[in-house]
């Protein structure tokens, strides 16, 4: 007689242990749907995100543990992923409808990539399965729409602005409302009302993430952010130079002072290759985020190369992780977002926030 059952099931796939949050997948409920028919086992495995970087090794080892059962002929494994809100710190603020997480995409100064990280960000978490969405909060430089090649005017449905639609993202942008060259001349308060009218007013649909590419520095709109929307934290983009690293140091201090997280540091323009040679150019310093971020203990979330195609499809309305995922900043930028979404699923699932950075 076979002694396959449910509680034999489940203690064998207590083997299988999220790497991240530190225990095995059946005492954090991740298993669903455990069905037994003779020798075929089935179930599924929820993870918190569907950009986990180790989710087919968790399969494998949830595959092997179940196969090597006595009595188990099949095994049928469905990965999936529900990604949870973080409780983000502060009281006061309600949740915005629609959206489980907000996600600030910030630098200390311009010049750095920051729109472009964002947009690429956005592209690969969606490429991975998430339900995501860009909020263009540079209201005096609004430049997602060219980076993502949309060309609308937003709609209403009678009740709220309805986001444009480009590469399965939900975009919303200030460019949308105004000619091209028309430039945004507003103070604080103007400022502040339009950020809570992209937020509130905004028919977002079911969104896991919503990135907002922020003006450089540390201006109104940080602050009007802060004080609007619950927060998950700040992906924050700088360059090796010692004058970017500075900047960045500022904006990791004014986020905390906001009560806004650092989910973790980029570091763009990080080197050169030559395409002839294959030598390696430090042209912006080397290594000065990774030891930023050491300094800071934030996580670092990778290394972006310096690559003329990525400006290029910034122009051209093709980010990079589209118009060429195989080349080195597409995989840098891939793996820059499973660790973005890695940090958050563990705030969400340990409903505390990331821990704030302590700023020297």
């Known amino acids: 007689m076979s002694t396959l059952s449910e509680t034999v099931v489940l203690d064998a796939l207590r083997v299988v242990r999220d790497p991240d949050l530190h225990k095995d997948i059946v005492a954090l409920g991740f298993v669903k749907g455990l069905r ?46 529900s990604v949870r809100p973080v409780i983000a710190p502060g009281a006061g603020r309600a949740p915005v409808e629609g959206v489980k997480n907000i996600i600030a995409v910030g630098a200390g100064k311009g010049g750095v990539g920051k729109s472009t990280v964002a947009v690429n960000l956005a592209v690969a978490l969606a490429a991975r399965g998430s339900r995501v969405a860009v909020l263009d909060g540079d209201l005096y430089g609004p430049n997602v729409p060219i980076m993502l090649g949309i060309q609308t005017r937003l709609e209403t449905d009678g009740e709220r602005i309805v986001p444009a639609e480009k590469y399965g993202l939900q975009v919303v942008s200030m460019a949308f409302l105004t000619e091209d060259d028309a430039p945004v001349i507003w103070r604080g308060p103007m400022l502040h009302k339009m950020i809570g009218e992209f937020f509130r007013g905004v028919r ?58 650092t989910i973790g540091l980029i570091e763009n323009m990080s080197h050169f290759t030559c395409p002839d040679c294959g030598r390696e150019a430090d042209l912006f310093g080397k290594g000065g985020g990774e030891k930023l971020a050491t300094e800071l203990s934030v996580p670092f979330l990778g290394r972006i190369p310096l690559y003329e195609p990525v400006r290029k499809g910034g122009d051209s309305g093709v980010p990079i992780v ?35 950075a302590e700023v020297h």
């Open 204 to 261: 977002w649909k079911n969104i896991d993430y919503l990135l907002v590419d922020m003006p450089p520095g540390t201006g109104d709109i940080a602050l009007s952010l802060s004080q609007t929307v619950p927060v998950a934290g700040a992906v924050l983009v700088t360059t090796p130079q010692t004058v970017s690293i500075a900047d960045t140091r500022r904006a990791v201090h004014m986020y905390r002072k906001l009560n806004i997280p």
């Open 36 to 81: 037994i028919d003779g020798g075929r086992v089935s179930f599924a495995i929820e993870l918190t995100t569907p950009a986990c970087p180790v989710k087919d090794q968790m399969k494998e080892q949830a595959r092997v543990a179940v196969s090597s059962l006595p009595g188990v002929s099949t095994v049928d494994i469905e990965m999936t992923a």
């Open 322 to 356: 589209i118009g060429e995922p195989d080349s080195a900043p597409a995989v840098a930028l891939m793996a820059a977002a499973e660790r973005v979404a890695q940090q958050v699923s563990i705030a969400s699932f340990s409903q505390r926030t990331i821990p704030l």
